[in-house]
Structure formats: structure tokens, C-alpha cells
């Protein structure tokens, strides 16, 4: 047997919820982790007492006491690991892994029992069900009546509220009452405030971000009390997952940032971190409200009495010795300005982004902690809405999305060779990386094979063209001109000036702009027609509507057969899932079956080729196909005549659409001869069309009879 025993999928009830992680028995301790928030609870080897193989709701568990009163229940164990659990205690705890049976008759009549910090109700000695007290958060009693209520966990759909225990009067020993005594015990475990006693410090007027407003901070041995002049907060520092101190990027102000699980309440608000903001130069002397003897036996030297020095360096000091957790603070990551955090947006909200050692944290608004062990992948995304910037997108292994908007494009480099560095799994890594990364090409399969990082080099390429300075600025200034309408009136109406001054004088510039303007219309010209050579194609498409129709597919009988069965085996099924639900059962047919339509196929495809010979032989197909396709023709070539025709009048005439101040300050009768010139030229358009029609030959002239 080896040195450790190490399981996955094991499930630690907290407050009605069940949160798995990975269990480790080794020689020195038992640890467990939880996925969820990655907190670590170690039991030494020494301090086991007791151990229990017990049959619950998701397999088999283990219920742990130690002598220090403290008892760990872990479910989801399998029938086949009680024998090798059981070598390995006796073997390296001396303890025996006994088998305790639950009750399981369901009555409501037992004896309770207090054992350390659970309430065990027990139906002839055997263990109906367990409550945590430290799951209680108020207790009431009344006639022969001990109520319990719980706090409540947002994870779960269904909490329980409340329990209520009928305790009968004793008739042994009338000078305690049955139900004080119940109570007693059950607040003497349970996790209800109260503020008794003095404060070991306080520090007035902190600038909290979350929640906001300036409060007052008292501490407690066992709790954290939140003075503000709307409400006020009790955190037990049980609840406290980590402490982080996070530089400003400004250098001049520090993030003190404390991760609460279960998190404070405010009506349907849920604040899971609490930050402060300090100043560096504001200063602060304390004194603990203890004597330098208790000082030194319960902080063994991690306080004094007497302290002095920044206010962030006090909080935070004192915050570690009280709540007995390291404080994390960032790591050798340096951003592209030097500061250890990188300036970005989360749901439309600028704040900084905190690359740590073992994870991510962004403050503040709203605050995120993302470890590297709970990230599927991450990846780098263009900016939508300027180049300067990219995103920076994480997946957690829940199938979460955290998108980092608004970073800066110069803190690329830095922030790719970070999450390389942590062997995070990059969605959008290029070939020529994976290449070089010998043993990581497994891990990113998922991304492209045959394409090289192209955004990596469109950012070294756009590097390159902002250290040319006033060259990449230009360049701007001449694509962004296109597209201002300001600009394009003013050309405009120079050419149109040009234009209307060509018909009197001659100059060199002004018919290099008229050549131009030819050139680009006559490639508008053969564009038009490239158009127009593909539509005969559409000649295909006509069909005859007294020829005999086409045969149908061995699937379109099978289907039109089919139908009302896959209706009727499927209520309320519409339309387009019956053409895919009758595609997978076509699929699924065999040969055999498939034989049968496709012999009705083939029959159905003899008749129609023999109704389509009779039509032929009867002279049905010949005349409407040559009249259509004359017709279409006769339509095209007025088409192409008048389209030529419109092209040399603006070619002769330039820009009929403008006028100049002369042509609008002339009289009535220059307006009324230019109307009668317009007249004039539709009848000349009118006669002509006329003889195009006598020209055409006889079939076409039937055809327009």
C-alpha cells in the first residue's frame, strides 16, 4: 500500500449544499480542497479519534472527529474503498474505521443528543439525522418549544428554514427548565453574533468600495464589525476565504481586499468581497485594548500592543493574526507602464486586472477572483471598437465567460508571456508556438493547426507604424477623407463648376478630370454588362406547364408515406423537425427496406420518361421555349440600345443635374423651350421604338399581338 490515498469526487455538505473536491489521506494529515472556492482544510494525523463507514445519499461517507471537538463528514465514496480506508487507518492513524448504521424508519420521536459542534437526533441509538450548529443562526424558545433557524445558502433551490423540537417537561430535576438547558447548548456551538465585551481595536472612518461608504471596523476575537451610518455588517472571520493587499496603479493608494464565503447580505445584494482604500502616507498609531500578556499568548508575537505605521499595514496586520490566513500580493508581473495590474473594462465598468501567481483578480466594480485551476482556457480578442486595444477572454471549467475589455494593445506582449509562463491553455495559440512548446501540443488541440498567430503579427506590424510618428497619422488622415461628407460636397461641386465652364473655355486640367471621369464610367459600363451576359442562364429554370410532371425521389415516397406516422408517434411536432427526424429514420432504414422505394422510384421515372416522349411526338414543347427565349432576346437588345444610348448623353452633356445661377435666373420661356426640347426628344425616342418594331420579324410582332 502506498503512502497516500487520494480520491476525486467527494462532497462536503456546507449549509445544504453539496460542493466536491479532492480528498487526500497521507501519513501526516488528511486534506481536502474544495473546486468550488479552493478552500483547504488539513486534519493532522495526530488529532483523529474517531472514524465512521456510514451509508448515505450519495454512496458511502466518512465522518471524522478529532480531539479537539472538531468533526469532518465527506460523502461519495464507493462500497469497494471501505477495505483499503480501513488498512490505511490502521496502518498509519492507529484509529479503526468502524460501520455505523442510520436509522431510516422515519419517526419523529427520539433523544436529542449534543456532541461537539453537532446536534445528533438519534431513534434507538442510531442516528437519524445530524444538524451542524454552526449552521444555526437564531434560536427561540417558548412553552416546552425549542425553535431553530438556519442561515441560508443562495446556492441552493430548496434551504431549510427552520426546525422545531418538542422537549417534554422533566419531573428529575425541577430547578433547570428542559428547554433553557436545549438552548443553552445549542447557542453555546451556534453561529450567532453577539457583540459582548470590548473591541481589541478600532479604526474610524475607512473608505470602503464594496460595499460603499466610509465605515467604522471594530475587531472582534471571532468577528468583524461594520459600523456605517445606513447599516452595519458582522462577519465572522470563519467566513473568510483569503486577504489580498493590492497596489494602486498610481502608485499612491493600496486595495486591501478581503474574499467572503458565505458572502454578507443587504436585501438581494450579495457582496462576496469586501475592499478597502488607503492612502500610503496616511499614518496611524494603535494600541490593543488587551494587556502585553494576553497579547503575546494569543498572537504569540504576531502583535504588540503598541503598534504603529501606514494605516493599510495595520489593517492588514492585524486582519492575518485574527483571522490566521496569508494575505496575497501580486507576484513578479510587471505591466507595459511598469505597475503590476492592467488597466481594462468588465461589464462596461474601467477597472484593474491583478495577474497573481496562482490566479486572477479584478477590482473593483464587480470584483472577480478567478483561480488557474478552475480556467478551461483563455484567449486574446480583437477590440471591437478601435485597433489600440484588445480583450482578454477567460473560460472557467463551469462554462463561464469573463471578458477583460478596453487593454491597452502595448500590454500584449507582457500578458501573453504571463498566462505561457502559467501554462494556461491558450485558445488562439498560433502554429508556429505550438511547435516550439514540445510537450504542450495535446493540450491546445482545440485551436487552429494551420494558421499562425495573426493577431500577434498584426500587433508587431501596428507597432511598427506608430513609431514612424507622423507617417502612420497621414495615412489615417487620407483613408478617413473618403468618408467625410463635407469634403466629398466641396469636390463635388468643384467638378461640377469645371464641368459647366468646359462648353465655353479649354483648359489642359479640365480635361484631364473629363478623361477620368470617362474612364471610370466606362468601367461602370462593362461591369453592367458582365451583369447581363449571365442571365440567359435563367433559360434553364423555365419549365413547360403542360409537360408531365418529374418522378419523385425513393425519399420523397418514402416521406409523403411516412408522414402522419411521424405526426402521430410525435404530437406537436413541426414542420422542419419532421424533415430532420425523417432524414435520421431514412438513414437508419437498410438496404432491403430501402430496395422497396427505390423500385417504386425507378417505375415512376419509366412512366415520366414515357409521357415525356408522347409530349414531344405531339408538338407540346416546340413553340413556347423559342418564343419565350425571342421575346427575352428582343427585351435585351432594346435594353443594351437605350443603356448605350443613355451613356454617350452623359458623356456629351456631362452632369445634367447641376445648374448654374444663369441657368436659374432666366426667364420662363427658356424653362418652357427647354420642356418642349425634353417633348420633342421622347417623341424622336417614341418613332424610333416604333420602326425597331417594324424591323423585327414576323414571330416577334405575333408575339406582342
Known amino acids: 500500500m502506498g503512502d497516500t490515498l487520494e480520491f476525486n469526487e467527494i462532497y462536503q455538505e456546507v449549509k445544504g449544499s453539496w ?29 483523529l479519534n474517531l472514524a465512521q463507514w456510514r451509508r ?159 465605515y467604522d471596523i471594530r475587531i472582534y476575537p471571532t468577528f468583524l464589525h461594520l459600523h456605517g451610518k445606513t447599516f452595519d455588517y458582522k462577519i465572522p472571520y470563519t467566513t473568510v476565504l483569503r486577504l489580498f493587499l493590492l497596489p494602486h496603479k498610481d502608485q499612491r ?18 457582496y462576496h468581497f469586501l475592499i478597502l482604500l488607503f492612502s500610503k502616507e496616511e499614518d496611524i498609531s494603535l494600541t490593543l485594548n488587551m494587556s502585553e500578556e494576553d497579547v503575546e499568548r494569543r498572537f504569540e508575537g504576531k502583535l504588540s500592543k503598541f503598534m504603529s505605521g501606514s494605516l493599510y499595514e495595520m489593517v492588514s496586520r492585524v486582519m492575518k493574526a485574527l483571522v490566521n490566513r496569508k494575505i496575497t500580493v501580486p507576484g513578479n508581473f510587471q505591466g507595459h507602464s511598469g505597475a503590476q495590474c492592467i488597466t481594462c473594462s468588465y461589464k462596461a465598468s474601467s477597472g484593474l486586472l491583478y495577474p497573481l501567481e496562482r490566479g486572477f483578480i479584478y477590482v473593483h466594480k464587480p470584483p472577480v477572483h478567478l483561480r488557474f485551476e478552475e480556467i478551461s482556457c483563455v484567449n486574446f480578442a480583437r477590440g471591437t471598437t478601435t485597433t489600440r486595444s484588445f480583450d482578454f477572454e477567460i473560460e472557467t471549467k463551469q462554462g463561464n465567460q469573463y471578458t477583460f475589455s478596453s487593454i491597452e494593445r502595448e500590454e500584449y506582449g507582457k500578458l501573453f508571456d504571463f498566462v505561457n509562463a502559467k501554462k494556461l491553455n491558450i485558445k488562439n495559440r498560433g502554429f508556429k508556438e505550438k511547435k516550439g512548446m514540445k510537450g504542450n501540443i495535446d493540450e491546445y488541440s482545440d485551436s487552429d493547426d494551420d494558421q499562425h498567430d495573426a493577431y500577434l503579427e498584426r500587433m508587431k506590424a501596428e507597432g511598427k507604424i506608430r513609431e514612424e510618428g507622423n507617417d502612420s497619422d497621414e495615412s489615417d488622415g487620407e483613408s478617413d477623407e473618403s468618408f467625410n461628407p463635407g469634403e466629398e460636397d466641396e469636390e463635388i461641386a468643384e467638378e461640377y463648376d469645371s464641368n459647366a465652364s468646359a462648353s465655353d473655355s479649354s483648359e489642359g486640367g479640365e480635361e484631364s478630370e473629363d478623361e477620368s471621369a470617362k474612364k471610370k464610367k466606362a468601367k461602370k459600363a462593362k461591369v453592367v454588362k458582365e451583369k447581363k451576359e449571365r442571365k440567359p442562364r435563367k433559360e434553364k429554370k423555365q419549365k413547360d406547364a403542360g409537360g408531365p410532371k418529374r418522378p419523385m425521389s425513393a425519399y420523397m415516397l418514402w416521406l409523403n408515406s411516412s408522414r402522419e406516422r411521424i405526426k402521430s408517434e410525435n404530437p406537436g411536432i413541426s414542420v422542419t423537425e419532421i424533415s430532420k427526424k425523417a432524414g435520421e429514420m431514412w438513414r437508419q432504414l437498410s438496404k432491403d427496406e430501402k430496395q422497396e422505394w427505390e423500385a417504386k422510384a425507378g417505375e415512376a421515372k419509366k412512366q415520366y420518361d414515357k409521357a415525356k416522349k408522347e409530349y414531344k ?21 432594346d435594353k ?35 420642356d418642349h426640347k425634353s417633348k420633342s426628344k421622347r417623341k424622336k425616342e417614341s418613332d424610333d421604338e416604333e420602326e425597331e418594331a417594324v424591323s423585327t420579324p414576323a414571330s416577334s410582332e405575333e408575339e406582342s399581338d
Open 19 to 47: 460542493n466536491d473536491g479532492r480528498l487526500r489521506f497521507s501519513k501526516q494529515n488528511v486534506v481536502y480542497k474544495s473546486s468550488k472556492t479552493g478552500k483547504v482544510d488539513s486534519i493532522p494525523a495526530s488529532e
Open 56 to 214: 448515505v445519499c450519495l454512496g458511502h461517507g466518512i465522518k471524522l472527529g478529532t480531539s479537539t471537538g472538531h468533526v469532518y463528514k465527506y460523502d461519495g465514496f464507493r462500497d469497494t474503498d471501505f477495505e483499503k480506508i480501513s488498512e490505511f487507518f490502521k496502518a498509519n492513524y492507529k484509529v479503526e474505521l468502524t460501520e455505523k448504521d442510520m436509522c431510516v424508519k422515519g419517526w419523529n420521536w427520539g433523544t436529542a443528543k449534543f456532541s461537539g459542534p453537532l446536534l445528533s437526533f438519534e431513534v434507538n441509538d442510531n442516528t437519524a439525522f445530524e444538524v451542524p450548529l454552526s449552521n444555526v443562526s437564531q434560536c427561540a424558545t417558548g412553552k416546552n418549544e425549542v425553535t431553530l433557524e438556519f442561515h441560508q445558502n443562495d446556492d441552493t433551490e430548496v434551504s431549510l428554514m427552520e426546525v422545531r423540537f418538542y422537549v417534554p417537561p422533566s419531573q428529575s430535576d425541577e430547578r433547570q427548565d428542559p428547554v433553557e438547558a436545549f438552548a443553552q447548548n445549542v447557542l453555546s456551538k451556534a453561529d450567532v453574533i453577539q457583540a459582548t465585551g470590548d473591541a481589541v481595536c478600532i479604526f474610524k472612518e475607512l473608505q470602503c468600495l464594496t460595499p460603499r461608504g466610509r
Open 253 to 270: 493608494q493600496m486595495f486591501f481586499v478581503i474574499s467572503l464565503d458565505p458572502p454578507i447580505k443587504q436585501g438581494q445584494t450579495r
Open 617 to 637: 411526338e405531339s408538338g407540346g414543347a416546340t413553340s413556347s421555349p423559342r418564343k419565350e427565349s425571342k421575346k427575352s432576346g428582343a427585351k435585351k437588345d
Open 640 to 674: 443594351k440600345r437605350k443603356s448605350a444610348g443613355a451613356d454617350k448623353d452623359r458623356e456629351r452633356g456631362g452632369n445634367d443635374s447641376f445648374k448654374s445661377r444663369e441657368f436659374i435666373e432666366t426667364s420662363e420661356e427658356s424653362s418652357s423651350d427647354s
